[in-house]
């Protein structure tokens, strides 16, 4: 799938620029395809929290790279999508997929049960999310715009779960804070309307 994804993009990336502003069905795929993405690395740190080695450390280098990642993703929406900003967009969600993957980044660290149950259901949470902009960006729902509002948003999340997790422990007011900006996102996606 890497090599027929990084395939069709430099293809795309060799058409030029007479393509870039225009929401062809390839780019419609594309940008789809990277949403979809995003859904998968946050379920599968979802399901990396569960893990005995798991820690809010480990968690929190991957949510800040994360945020990173979808700030560049709004940005590369935000200009418009042409295919050579989407073709290195996937080559580094390649590269934030390969380190969420390698265990090199995690660090023994304690926790408490609830932080990473926490973790785990806030990663769940972000996975959904990145679904529903996926789907409704592909029936149409949502303009290029409203999907690069709605990543920065995303970003926000992402940055403040590796704030939070970059303590190693939480306390009950952060946690419903961050629930609290999720459920404010999940009304912003079903809606179509950004707000964060």
């Not at 990084?6 to 870039?20: D, E, H, K, S």
């Not at 999310?129 to 996926?134: H, L, P």
């Amino acid at each position: 799938m890497k090599k027929v994804l990084l395939t069709t993009l430099t293809v795309l990336a060799g058409l030029g620029g007479a393509c870039a502003h225009a929401q062809s069905a390839d780019q419609q795929q594309l940008v789809t395809l990277i949403l979809r993405r995003n859904a998968d690395q946050q379920q599968r740190l979802a399901t990396e929290l569960t893990t005995p080695h798991a820690g809010p450390i480990a968690e929190s280098f991957i949510e800040g790279r994360q945020a990173a990642l979808y700030r560049a993703e709004a940005a590369t929406f935000q200009r418009g999508a042409d295919p050579q900003a989407l073709a290195a967009l996937a080559e580094r969600q390649e590269r934030v997929i390969v380190v969420a993957a390698s265990r090199d980044h995690q660090l023994p660290a304690r926790q408490a049960a609830v932080d990473r149950l926490h973790g785990r259901v806030a990663a769940q949470r972000d996975a959904e999310q990145q679904r529903a902009i996926a789907t409704a960006w592909q029936r149409g729902a949502l303009s290029l715009d409203q999907v690069a509002r709605l990543e920065a948003g995303q970003a926000r999340l992402a940055r403040m779960q590796y704030r939070l997790g970059s303590t190693g422990r939480e306390s009950v007011e952060q946690a419903l804070r961050l629930q609290h900006v999720q459920d404010i996102q999940d009304w912003a996606i079903a809606t179509g309307t950004p707000v964060l």
